[in-house]
């Protein structure tokens, strides 16, 4: 295993296994597959250590922007706790604009993250230069959101760079702490060893994927739930406060990316691959035309080009195993085009929902704790990513 606790030359695969020597693992026949269960192996410390920053970005990013809304479309109440609070004033209309341009913004960075990333600089170096540029972004937007900031005028523009300052630094994070957290386990091949209880099973790196990534985004749903606790302080203290939280919880996220950096698998920058897609469309349009059939896109193989078009060829980067990919990519980016349909519906609870709730009587509620409420029905319960039953 990648990170497993080692005690002479015996490794601990889980919890519930005995030890086993690595070079005594049997790989798992057909009979194998059919009959024992699959159970994931020994998640390397520098695994959680990742989670642990998507908690952190995830705790932030959700923090500041659940009071969006109110922040923008409210006049500053002038002393809290507040009925309703706001700072601006300045409309719904504004407000859903800025609201859905920074969503817009967080979900079109990723693609310029992974491409820095993979082009040039690694994905911890990126994940590093992003989450200071986002924490830059942080401070902007809690300065200006102190009362003397407000009464000058000063929210406005400084929310404005903040909202295009971090869905820069979100994007840089996004593209690549999850990739990374797959990095960190290293054991590729299953084997069969035997429990304490005395059943076989086999040790699945599918199955131990699988737990990562639910632990992964277990704790991107917890950290969604920050959002109830700056909406409540936003209406009780004042926006400062609301966006002072998810701020001081981002440092501890960026220092264990910087002090545990050498802890992690890293693979070294290998090209991206969106830059080569780019290519293949390039050339691809170049030879076909505009919007011609995917089924032509063969065109672009390397062992084509060099019969037909020899001065391109000397130029792919690619092979034709790539081209047969990319193919099969851009049929399956079918499904993509309902995607607009439901963010369209979905990003109403972000904006326009809250400003209807405005007008209607809340209680002590705060008008904008309705959207934040989702990510707790998707953690569906604590020990959810412990559970190894379904595997």
């Known amino acids: 295993m990648a990170d497993a606790t080692k005690k002479e030359d015996d490794v601990v695969v889980s919890q519930d296994v005995v030890q086993q020597d690595d070079l005594e693992r049997t790989p798992p026949t057909e009979e194998d597959w059919k009959t024992l269960r699959e159970v994931p192996g020994t998640i390397p410390w520098a695994a959680f250590l990742v989670i642990v920053i998507e908690f952190c970005e995830r705790f932030t990013y959700y923090g500041i ?103 820069m630094g979100t994007g840089g994070i996004k593209a690549n702490v999850s990739p990374l957290v797959a990095e960190q386990y290293q054991d590729k091949k299953p084997y069969v060893i035997t429990t304490k209880k005395g059943e076989r099973v086999i040790v699945s790196p599918q199955a131990t994927y699988q737990r990562i990534f639910n632990m992964f985004y277990w704790a991107t749903n917890v950290g969604g739930i920050s959002a109830i606790a700056t909406t409540e302080m936003e209406k009780n203290i004042g926006f400062w406060a609301a966006f002072l939280l998810p701020t001081c919880m981002f440092i501890p996220g960026i220092l264990i990316v910087v002090l545990g950096r050498k802890r992690y698998v890293q693979s070294p920058p290998r090209g991206s691959v969106v830059l080569e897609a780019g290519k293949v469309i390039w050339y691809h349009t170049k030879i076909n035309g505009f919007f ?31 081209v047969d990919e990319f193919k099969r990519t851009l049929r399956a980016c079918v499904v993509f085009c309902w995607y607009p349909i439901y963010w369209l519906c979905y990003l109403q609870i972000s904006n326009n929902l809250l400003s209807q709730a405005a007008t209607m009587w809340t209680g002590n509620v705060p008008n904008d704790i309705m959207n934040n409420i989702d990510p707790l029905f998707l953690v569906r319960r604590f020990y959810h990513p412990m559970d190894t039953s379904r595997y």
């Open 65 to 167: 922007s659940g009071p969006f809304q109110n922040y923008v479309q409210f006049p500053d109440p002038g002393e809290y706790p507040a009925e309703q609070p706001g700072a601006m004033g300045r409309g719904q209309q504004t407000a859903t604009a800025l609201n859905t341009f920074f969503q817009f913004w967080c979900y079109i960075t990723p693609i310029i993250g992974g491409v820095i990333a993979d082009q040039y600089l690694g994905k911890i170096n990126a994940i590093i230069l992003y989450g200071c540029m986002y924490f830059v972004g942080l401070l902007i937007l809690t300065l200006t959101a102190i009362p003397s900031a407000i009464s000058s005028g000063s929210a406005f523009p400084g929310f404005v760079v903040a909202i295009i300052v971090i869905g």
């Open 292 to 322: 011609p059939n995917l089924d032509k896109m063969d065109a672009c193989k390397p062992s084509k080009l060099a019969i037909s078009h020899p001065e391109i060829a000397s130029k792919a980067t690619w092979d034709d195993v790539f």
